[in-house]
């Protein structure tokens, strides 16, 4: 397990990685701005959270554990998010397409967020979308024959690999720190949790991800994969090892 100082460092040498060439011109096609247009457009708006309720539930969980710390962790984490939500404006821009303000999936997880104050719930959130945006990523990047949306593409997928073991992490702290009842229970909301988000995506975006070389078999089949890299990993006893 690293510690909040670890990722204080991570992310502060991350934002200065510079792995887009904005100096390149958009090489994409009419047919597949048509294709992609719509969840680039609706991924574009859910990147842009300013990340105030996911804040708040850090300054409470951090006061919790005493590791104040954990806050600039979160603050950094959302910063780089924010770095991918204008990464994707700015393609938009260039492409002249706009910026969409409101979208149904977008507008449903912001409601469900308002109302959460838990770390847990919060962290449980972010990996699942997190996994799910590794798929969204590369779909995206393999949609396309366009060299500098697969480079703002490329950038995100790094960042991604690292916020999901940020993220797995802080969850296997807050699981083993249950009592054994509250995490037989919570093994089992985990999965479904984990599956029905994933599924909810697929929905959303299907068109993408078809485009980016998928069929609903095998998004979910590499979103199985992904579930036994985090949750799954996080509810076996042998990562008791590990902490």
């Known amino acids: 397990m690293h510690t909040s100082n670890y990722w204080i ?5 991350n934002a200065n990685q510079k792995r887009v060439n904005w100096k390149a011109k958009p090489g ?12 680039l457009q ?5 990147e842009t959270s300013e990340g105030k309720h996911l804040i708040a539930a850090s300054e409470k969980y951090a006061q919790k554990i ?28 260039v492409i002249g397409k706009p910026r969409i303000k409101q979208n149904w999936g977008d507008t449903l997880f912001r409601k469900v967020r308002y109302f959460n104050t838990s770390m847990e719930i919060w962290t449980l959130a972010v990996i699942v979308v997190e996994s799910t945006a590794q798929l969204f990523y590369q779909a995206l990047k393999d949609a396309t024959d366009c060299g500098l949306l697969k480079e703002i593409c490329t950038d995100i997928l790094i960042d991604e690999a690292y916020h ?3 993220q797995t992490e ?46 609903y078999q095998s998004y979910m089949m590499k ?14 006893p042998l990562i008791m090892q590990l902490i």
Do not use: C
């Open 170 to 215: 802080r969850l296997a702290i807050i699981f083993y720190g249950k009592n054994q009842f509250s995490k037989s229970w919570r093994r089992i909301v985990y999965k479904y949790f984990f599956y029905g988000v994933s599924w909810l995506v697929w929905f959303a975006h299907k068109q993408l991800f078809k485009a980016g070389g998928n069929t």
């Open 164 to 166: 999901i073991t940020f």
């Open 28 to 39: 994409i096609t009419d047919h597949e701005i048509a294709v992609i247009l719509p969840s």
């Open 9 to 13: 460092g991570h992310f502060r040498e």
């Open 66 to 93: 005493q590791d104040p710390k954990y806050v600039d962790t979160i603050k950094l984490f959302i910063k780089e998010e924010q770095k991918h939500g204008n990464n994707l404006g700015r393609y938009l821009d």
């Open 42 to 46: 609706a991924w574009q708006l859910g």
């Open 223 to 236: 979103m199985g994969h992904k579930y036994t890299k985090t949750l799954k990993a996080i509810t076996n």
